[in-house]
């Protein structure tokens, strides 16, 4: 295809500069990339390897106008804001978009958004609702959770000998942020995505008393999983220090992989990345 200009909100963040990246190795110009975010000092190096850099704050509907201005595909990686601001926010980016006369909106979603039961997934649903109700050519790239959400714990995991969840035994799809970021940058840069609905995950799922499993395997130390009432886990969650709505709604997408709701088999992200996606095994050995 003919590359035009590509946005991609939240460069400042760790898929949005993945994604970056991505589009770099599969060819994409610097100067057809267009970085965004509210703290552009933090992209600045972005910039001097020839990335236009502008700042993108999805609360500043004239700003986002001016960020978007030119191009022609745009990655809406959903808003790291408090819940009950999210769909505002995406709302924004949608209109100020499709007023930039973008052609493709691919929007980063949860698995399962139009029947998943949690707060986070509401919100993903309303955002897929209105781009269907403003006609909005977009692609939805359904993420399953981040093996990062994970791997980024083991220095407590290991301290504590153990997993803390509310998950039961869900099973959960969970895939590497750079292989969501390599899948995003595909469908920015190919055809034949419009009006696609992709559940990305990994191809092997587990659950938490796996995920346990396989640290104890790759630390040669014995960790179990401690599986809580949602409403005590969320309690545990805030007295680790997270803020308490932070806390329950994270408490609350352990509810949903409870019932399924990140669990995939489609293998749409194998499909588009071109290969296997990263393993549990494989993240925790390059942690």
Known sequence: MTLMPIVVTGATGQLGRLTV???????????????????????????????TVRRADFADTDGLAEAFAGADRLLLISASVPVG??????????????????????????????TATTVIGATHRETEEYLRDRATPSVLLRNSWYLENYTGQLPQILQHGAVVGAAGEGR??????????????????????????????????FTLTELAAAISAAAGQQVAYADLPV?????????????????????????????????????????LIGRPPVTLTEALAGA
């Open 172 to 205: 959960i799809s969970a895939a590497s942020r750079a292989d969501y970021a390599e899948a995003a940058a595909v469908v920015l840069t190919t055809e034949g995505h419009t009006g696609a609905v992709y559940e990305l995950g990994g191809d092997a799922s």
């Open 231 to 271: 409403a005590d886990f969320a309690r545990a969650l805030a007295a680790a220090g997270l803020p308490a709505e932070l806390a329950e709604v994270l408490a609350d997408a352990d509810r949903g992989m409870s019932r399924g709701e990140m669990y995939t088999d489609s293998g749409d992200l194998r499909r």
């Open 21 to 51: 990246e991505a589009l770099l190795r599969r060819g994409v110009p610097a100067a057809d990339i267009i970085a965004t975010g509210r703290d552009t000092a933090r992209i600045k190096d972005l910039a001097d390897r020839g990335i």
């Open 85 to 114: 601001e999210r769909v505002a926010h995406h709302r924004r980016v949608i209109d100020a978009a499709a007023s930039a006369g973008v052609s493709l909106v691919a929007y980063t979603s949860t698995t399962h958004a139009d």
